[in-house]
C-alpha cells in the first residue's frame, strides 16, 4: 500500500478511480436521497416470462407472440453462422489469428472429449458438446452488450393489468374522451376493484410517444403508482406517458424454454448414444432390472429418476445463473450506475463462459457414463 | 402486508438454499487444495473434477434461487 500511494502515477490513478466511483454511487440510487441521482434511472420492472415484442402473428398454427428472447437466440445463431462461414473461407495452413483462436478453443475440446469417454466415443459426442459450448458461450455474452433490457417499445397499462391478472382493464387516458363524471366513478371503480393485484406495481413515466423509448438516465423519480395514474386520468404530462419498457433483446437462457429445450436435446442424444453403442437391451437393462433381485430392481428406478432430474438440473443450472445475472446488472445498474456496474460485467463475462463449459462438460460426462454398461464399470 | 410476508420468504429462501452449498463448496475446495498439496503433478485434473463437482454443488443454491425469484417476480 505504501508502495502504492508513493509512487505519483499509481497515487493519480487511484484518486481517479476513487473519483469516479464517488461520483457513481451519487449518479445511482443512494446519491439520489441525497439530491442527486442525475446517472440512474429506476429500476425496470422485473418479469420471469420473456416479454412479447410484437403481438399476435396469425400462423397456420395458431397465435404467435414473437418474444425478446426468440430474437436474441436468432440472433446469437445467425452470429455464429456469420463467423464459421467467415473461417472457413479463410481456412489457410498457416492460421490466421481468428483461425487459431478457433484452433485453440477445438483442440482443447477435443483433447477434453477424449480424455474423458476415450478416442473412438470423444469424437462421436464432440459436435454436440462443442455445439452446446459455443451457443451459449455466445447467447450468454450477448446478453451483456448494451442495448439488452434498455432499448424497447412501451407497454401501456391495460397491457401491464393484463398481465398481472386484470383482464378488460380500460386505461383512463383512453376514457378521456367521455365525460369526466362517467369517466372518474369508472376510474374509482377500478381502483376499489383492483387494489390487490396493482397496488404495488409502479408505472415509469417515459417522455416522448414514438415506438422505440429507453429509461433515461436521471429518471429516477419519473415514477408513479396505478393508484395515482388512474387518480390523474392517465394524465402524465405534456408529451408523456405511462407503462413498463418491453426490451426487444433479453438474453437468450432467461428463458426457462432455451434451457429446457437445450436440455431435453442433450439428454435425448445422450440416450441414443446409449442405445447405439450399448444396445437397446443393456442399455435399457440399466433402468428396468429383473437380474439382480429386488434391490437391482430398486436402483433402476432409483436411475430413471435421476435421469428426470438431470433434465431439471440442466434446465435451471443455467437459467437460474444467467436470468440471476441480469437481475444483478438490473440491480447494480440501479444502484452504481455506468461505472460500478463494470466489475458485475466482468462477473457475468466468466459465468457465461463458466456455465457453457458446465453444461457441455456434464453432457460430455452423462454421455460416457451412458456409453458404459454397468459391469464394467465396477471391474475398473 | 401479503406482499411483505412474500418478500420475508424470497430472503428466507435464498438465505437457508445457501447455506448448504455454501458448507458444500467449501469443503470441496479444501480437499481439492490437500489433493493439491500432495500431488501437485495432478493440478489439471483436480481442478477440472472440482469445477465439476463444484457446479453440482451450486446447482442446489440456484434452485433456492430460482424459488426466491419466483416468490418474488411471479
Redesign the interface.
Known sequence: MAKLLGSPKALSITIVIAAVFVVSILGGALGNSLGFGFLSSSLPAIQLPAEIVVQGFDTPVGDWDLMNTMVTTWLAIIVLAVVAIFVRKGLSEVPGRLQALFELVMEFFINLCESIAGPENGRRFFPLVFTIFIFIVVANWMGILPGFGTIGRVADPSEIAHHHGVHHYSDPAEDQGHQTGSSHKKASGHGEEHSGHLEKVNLHVFSGTGGIAILQPGSLNEEITFHDYEEAHGDVGEGKRAGHLVPFLRSANTDVNMTLAMALIAMVMVHYWGLSILGSLTHLGKFINFKDGPIGFFVGILEIISEFAKIISFTFRLFGNIFAGEVLLMAMGFLLPMIGIIPFLGLELFVGVIQALIFSMLTLVFASMASVAHGDEEHH | ME?DIMNIGAGLAIGLGAIGPGIGIGMLASKAMEALGRNPEAGGQIQQNM??AI??T??IA??A??VA??IK??
Open positions: 406482499g469445477i465439476l457446479a453440482f451450486e446447482a440456484i434452485y434461487l430460482v425469484i419466483i417476480f411471479v
